[in-house]
């Protein structure tokens, strides 16, 4: 078992910036790829970002790229997505969450067997 805390969401003007967090505890954190998922009314859950447990490859999502960095401290069990240049289709609810690693970075969704609860990411015109 591993849960999962997020933190971090807010509200922002668009162009601001937000960090978000989210915390492991548990399970090894290490046997874990990490990813972060944003979902917003009536529409599926998609992906952002995801990590492989090593933090050696990354991927993001087409509208993150370049404005998004999703990092990771396995010491500390934490994985981060740094959000840049916001804009307002970037209002969602976001969540962390966790996959067993095979050694190829997850990313679809149906990988993930751990979610967090959410934050929420408000940006505003």
């Known amino acids: 078992q591993l849960q999962l805390v997020e933190s971090g969401g807010g509200s922002v003007q668009a162009g601001g910036s937000l960090r978000l967090s989210c915390v492991a505890s548990g399970e090894d954190f290490k046997m874990y790829d990490m990813g972060w998922f944003r979902q917003t009314p009536g529409q599926e859950r998609e992906l952002v970002a995801a990590?492989?447990?090593?933090?050696?490859?990354?991927h993001y999502s087409d509208f993150a790229e370049g404005r998004f960095t999703v990092t990771r401290d396995n010491a500390k069990k934490t994985q981060y997505l740094q959000m840049n240049d916001l804009k307002p289709e970037d209002t969602a609810v976001y969540y962390c969450?966790?996959?067993?690693?095979?050694?190829?970075?997850?990313?679809?969704?149906?990988?993930?067997?751990?979610w967090g609860q959410g934050t929420q990411v408000t940006v505003s015109s």
């Open positions: 969450a966790a996959a067993w690693t095979t050694g190829n970075l997850a990313l679809p969704l149906s990988r993930y067997s751990y």
């Open positions: 990590i492989l447990w090593s933090g050696y490859d990354t």
